[in-house]
Protein backbone atom coordinates (compact mmCIF):
# COMPACT_ATOMS: atom_id res chain seq x y z
CA UNK A 1 0.00 0.00 0.00
CA UNK A 2 1.02 3.77 -0.85
CA UNK A 3 2.10 5.36 1.95
CA UNK A 4 1.01 8.90 2.16
CA UNK A 5 1.73 12.27 3.68
CA UNK A 6 0.22 15.15 4.44
CA UNK A 7 0.54 18.50 7.07
CA UNK A 8 -0.84 17.57 10.42
CA UNK A 9 -2.81 21.26 10.37
CA UNK A 10 -3.96 24.10 8.45
CA UNK A 11 -5.94 27.03 9.95
CA UNK A 12 -8.33 29.41 7.61
CA UNK A 13 -10.91 31.81 7.74
CA UNK A 14 -14.45 31.46 6.56
CA UNK A 15 -15.20 32.21 3.00
CA UNK A 16 -11.55 31.42 1.72
CA UNK A 17 -10.27 28.46 -0.28
CA UNK A 18 -8.26 25.90 1.30
CA UNK A 19 -5.83 23.15 -0.73
CA UNK A 20 -4.53 20.26 1.30
CA UNK A 21 -2.06 19.00 -0.33
CA UNK A 22 -1.10 14.81 0.41
CA UNK A 23 1.98 13.20 -0.95
CA UNK A 24 2.38 9.88 -2.60
CA UNK A 25 5.16 9.01 -4.27
CA UNK A 26 5.18 5.47 -4.23
CA UNK A 27 1.68 5.59 -5.84
CA UNK A 28 0.86 1.87 -7.93
CA UNK A 29 -0.21 2.06 -11.00
CA UNK A 30 -4.04 0.91 -10.33
CA UNK A 31 -4.48 2.55 -7.06
CA UNK A 32 -7.59 5.45 -6.84
CA UNK A 33 -6.82 8.63 -4.59
CA UNK A 34 -9.59 8.72 -1.77
CA UNK A 35 -9.96 11.87 0.22
CA UNK A 36 -12.12 10.97 3.66
CA UNK A 37 -13.31 14.21 6.50
CA UNK A 38 -13.90 13.05 9.71
CA UNK A 39 -15.60 15.24 12.52
CA UNK A 40 -14.78 14.75 16.32
CA UNK A 41 -16.58 11.75 17.95
CA UNK A 42 -17.64 10.73 14.34
CA UNK A 43 -16.86 8.32 11.53
CA UNK A 44 -15.06 9.28 8.88
CA UNK A 45 -17.39 10.50 5.82
CA UNK A 46 -15.94 9.91 1.87
CA UNK A 47 -15.92 13.08 0.24
CA UNK A 48 -14.47 12.56 -3.48
CA UNK A 49 -12.31 10.05 -5.22
CA UNK A 50 -9.88 10.35 -8.35
CA UNK A 51 -7.34 8.43 -10.10
CA UNK A 52 -6.13 11.70 -12.58
CA UNK A 53 -6.32 14.93 -13.60
CA UNK A 54 -9.16 16.48 -11.54
CA UNK A 55 -12.37 15.72 -10.31
CA UNK A 56 -15.00 17.84 -8.44
CA UNK A 57 -18.27 17.22 -6.79
CA UNK A 58 -20.55 19.13 -4.89
CA UNK A 59 -18.53 19.42 -2.02
CA UNK A 60 -14.81 19.61 -3.52
CA UNK A 61 -12.73 19.08 -6.21
CA UNK A 62 -9.61 17.04 -6.38
CA UNK A 63 -6.60 18.00 -8.35
CA UNK A 64 -3.84 14.90 -9.80
CA UNK A 65 -1.06 15.71 -11.72
CA UNK A 66 0.10 13.94 -14.56
CA UNK A 67 2.65 12.03 -12.55
CA UNK A 68 0.25 11.11 -9.85
CA UNK A 69 2.59 11.62 -6.86
CA UNK A 70 0.84 14.08 -5.23
CA UNK A 71 -2.92 15.14 -5.19
CA UNK A 72 -4.89 18.49 -3.96
CA UNK A 73 -8.11 18.98 -2.14
CA UNK A 74 -9.52 21.78 -2.36
CA UNK A 75 -12.34 23.11 -0.15
CA UNK A 76 -14.42 26.15 -2.04
CA UNK A 77 -15.40 28.74 0.35
CA UNK A 78 -14.56 27.10 3.68
CA UNK A 79 -17.12 27.84 6.45
CA UNK A 80 -16.87 26.86 9.96
CA UNK A 81 -18.67 23.36 9.78
CA UNK A 82 -15.34 22.62 7.67
CA UNK A 83 -13.02 21.97 10.57
CA UNK A 84 -12.86 18.91 10.60
CA UNK A 85 -9.31 16.06 9.82
CA UNK A 86 -9.02 15.41 6.39
CA UNK A 87 -7.83 12.22 5.23
CA UNK A 88 -5.71 10.84 1.87
CA UNK A 89 -5.62 7.31 0.78
CA UNK A 90 -4.15 5.52 -1.69
CA UNK A 91 -5.28 2.12 -2.55
CA UNK A 92 -6.69 -0.08 -5.68
CA UNK A 93 -10.09 -1.33 -6.22
CA UNK A 94 -9.17 -4.80 -6.05
CA UNK A 95 -10.02 -7.43 -3.10
CA UNK A 96 -10.87 -6.19 0.53
CA UNK A 97 -11.04 -2.34 1.01
CA UNK A 98 -8.37 -2.59 3.66
CA UNK A 99 -7.88 1.21 4.04
CA UNK A 100 -5.24 2.99 5.41
CA UNK A 101 -5.60 6.32 7.08
CA UNK A 102 -2.54 8.08 8.23
CA UNK A 103 -3.14 11.15 11.17
CA UNK A 104 -4.56 13.52 8.27
CA UNK A 105 -4.52 17.06 8.41
CA UNK A 106 -6.73 18.88 11.26
CA UNK A 107 -8.22 21.77 9.65
CA UNK A 108 -9.36 24.51 11.70
CA UNK A 109 -11.93 27.29 9.95
CA UNK A 110 -11.85 30.73 12.28
CA UNK A 111 -14.72 33.26 11.75
CA UNK B 1 -29.58 3.31 1.72
CA UNK B 2 -27.41 1.49 4.46
CA UNK B 3 -27.44 2.22 8.24
CA UNK B 4 -24.86 0.56 10.60
CA UNK B 5 -25.94 0.80 14.26
CA UNK B 6 -23.41 0.34 17.05
CA UNK B 7 -24.33 0.30 20.91
CA UNK B 8 -22.90 1.12 23.36
CA UNK B 9 -21.60 4.47 22.40
CA UNK B 10 -20.02 5.24 25.48
CA UNK B 11 -19.08 2.65 27.64
CA UNK B 12 -16.04 2.91 30.76
CA UNK B 13 -14.45 -0.55 31.46
CA UNK B 14 -11.85 -1.08 34.39
CA UNK B 15 -8.67 -3.23 32.90
CA UNK B 16 -8.70 -7.32 33.41
CA UNK B 17 -12.70 -7.15 32.04
CA UNK B 18 -14.40 -8.57 28.97
CA UNK B 19 -15.44 -6.66 26.29
CA UNK B 20 -18.34 -6.90 23.89
CA UNK B 21 -19.26 -3.79 20.93
CA UNK B 22 -21.93 -4.81 18.50
CA UNK B 23 -22.52 -3.33 15.12
CA UNK B 24 -25.99 -4.21 13.16
CA UNK B 25 -26.17 -2.97 9.49
CA UNK B 26 -29.34 -2.43 7.95
CA UNK B 27 -30.11 -1.71 4.23
CA UNK B 28 -27.56 -4.15 2.32
CA UNK B 29 -26.65 -8.07 2.18
CA UNK B 30 -24.07 -9.89 2.75
CA UNK B 31 -22.11 -6.92 3.46
CA UNK B 32 -18.23 -6.51 3.70
CA UNK B 33 -17.33 -5.37 7.12
CA UNK B 34 -14.95 -3.89 8.73
CA UNK B 35 -13.68 -3.24 12.81
CA UNK B 36 -11.50 0.19 13.14
CA UNK B 37 -9.94 1.72 15.84
CA UNK B 38 -9.19 5.60 16.50
CA UNK B 39 -6.72 6.30 19.73
CA UNK B 40 -6.62 9.67 20.71
CA UNK B 41 -4.87 11.93 18.30
CA UNK B 42 -4.34 9.18 15.79
CA UNK B 43 -5.47 7.90 13.00
CA UNK B 44 -7.74 4.83 12.40
CA UNK B 45 -6.82 1.36 12.69
CA UNK B 46 -8.13 -1.16 10.78
CA UNK B 47 -8.68 -4.23 13.43
CA UNK B 48 -10.80 -6.80 11.32
CA UNK B 49 -12.43 -7.29 8.13
CA UNK B 50 -15.33 -10.04 7.28
CA UNK B 51 -16.56 -11.01 3.65
CA UNK B 52 -19.52 -13.91 5.55
CA UNK B 53 -21.19 -15.18 8.48
CA UNK B 54 -17.98 -16.63 10.34
CA UNK B 55 -15.61 -15.25 8.16
CA UNK B 56 -12.97 -13.11 9.73
CA UNK B 57 -9.71 -11.43 9.51
CA UNK B 58 -7.43 -9.94 11.65
CA UNK B 59 -4.72 -7.61 10.83
CA UNK B 60 -2.62 -7.35 13.75
CA UNK B 61 -1.95 -8.90 16.62
CA UNK B 62 -3.87 -7.93 19.94
CA UNK B 63 -6.05 -8.35 22.68
CA UNK B 64 -9.37 -8.22 20.76
CA UNK B 65 -11.61 -10.97 18.78
CA UNK B 66 -14.22 -10.84 16.22
CA UNK B 67 -17.34 -12.51 15.24
CA UNK B 68 -19.81 -12.41 12.97
CA UNK B 69 -22.97 -14.84 13.68
CA UNK B 70 -25.46 -12.92 11.65
CA UNK B 71 -25.07 -11.59 7.70
CA UNK B 72 -25.60 -8.09 9.23
CA UNK B 73 -23.91 -8.54 12.65
CA UNK B 74 -20.46 -7.84 13.63
CA UNK B 75 -19.21 -8.08 17.26
CA UNK B 76 -15.49 -6.93 18.97
CA UNK B 77 -14.77 -8.67 21.71
CA UNK B 78 -12.06 -9.06 24.42
CA UNK B 79 -11.68 -11.27 27.65
CA UNK B 80 -9.27 -9.28 29.88
CA UNK B 81 -9.08 -5.46 28.25
CA UNK B 82 -6.10 -3.61 29.00
CA UNK B 83 -5.49 -0.24 29.14
CA UNK B 84 -4.13 0.14 25.51
CA UNK B 85 -7.60 -0.83 24.40
CA UNK B 86 -8.94 2.66 25.17
CA UNK B 87 -9.93 3.95 21.72
CA UNK B 88 -12.87 5.00 19.36
CA UNK B 89 -14.31 1.66 17.72
CA UNK B 90 -15.58 2.21 14.29
CA UNK B 91 -17.58 -0.38 12.32
CA UNK B 92 -17.67 0.06 8.60
CA UNK B 93 -19.31 -1.41 5.15
CA UNK B 94 -18.79 -0.52 1.70
CA UNK B 95 -20.75 1.87 0.45
CA UNK B 96 -21.86 -0.14 -2.53
CA UNK B 97 -21.37 3.10 -4.82
CA UNK B 98 -19.61 3.74 -7.74
CA UNK B 99 -16.50 5.16 -6.20
CA UNK B 100 -13.51 2.17 -5.35
CA UNK B 101 -12.52 1.87 -1.39
CA UNK B 102 -15.93 4.18 -0.43
CA UNK B 103 -16.56 3.21 2.92
CA UNK B 104 -19.71 4.10 5.18
CA UNK B 105 -19.08 4.04 8.96
CA UNK B 106 -21.41 3.29 11.91
CA UNK B 107 -21.28 6.33 15.21
CA UNK B 108 -18.76 4.33 16.81
CA UNK B 109 -18.24 3.63 20.30
CA UNK B 110 -15.70 5.44 22.33
CA UNK B 111 -14.04 2.93 25.28
CA UNK B 112 -12.23 3.98 28.02
CA UNK B 113 -10.07 1.31 30.25
CA UNK B 114 -9.45 2.47 33.64
Known sequence: LAKTTQPISMDSYEGQEVNITCSHNNIATNDYITWYQQFPSQGPRFIIQGYKTKVTNEVASLFIPADRKSSTLSLPRVSLSDTAVYYCLVGDRGGFQKLVFGTGTRLLVSP | ?114
Do not use: M
Open chain 2, 1 to 114: SQTIHQWPATLVQPVGSPLSLECTVEGTSNPNLYWYRQAAGRGLQLLFYSVGIGQISSEVPQNLSASRPQDRQFILSSKKLLLSDSGFYLCATEAGGLSYNEQFFGPGTRLTVL
